[in-house]
């Protein structure tokens, strides 16, 4: 091995984000875009209420009862 292999060697330094690190919700939704659900609840709280007074967004696919379930069971997830 030469010493010219060696300079091209990048370090990866890898970061803890913290507790107040938020992705781009953008690139979030566009990971999400393309993907077979079956149900899709979408939940985000704004950073200003929007012109109807709402700080809260809400949309998917599923009804309510549906959309309850899936809370339960990320919660179960992320606690």
């Keep these: ?3 010219d292999a060696n300079t091209n060697v990048e370090y990866l ?3 803890d984000p913290g507790e107040h ?3 781009d919700p953008d690139v979030v939704l566009e ?3 393309g993907r077979k ?3 899709l609840l979408i939940i985000g709280e ?3 209420p929007d012109e109807d007074g709402e700080d809260l967004f809400l949309s998917g696919n599923a009804n309510i009862g549906e ?3 899936l809370i339960e069971l990320f ?3 992320v606690i």
């Design 1 to 3: 091995m030469t010493d």
């Design 13 to 15: 330094t890898l970061v």
């Design 21 to 23: 690190f938020r992705m």
């Design 31 to 33: 990971g999400a875009k």
């Design 37 to 39: 659900y079956k149900r």
């Design 46 to 48: 704004l950073e200003e």
């Design 67 to 69: 959309s309850l379930i």
């Design 75 to 77: 919660k179960r997830t």
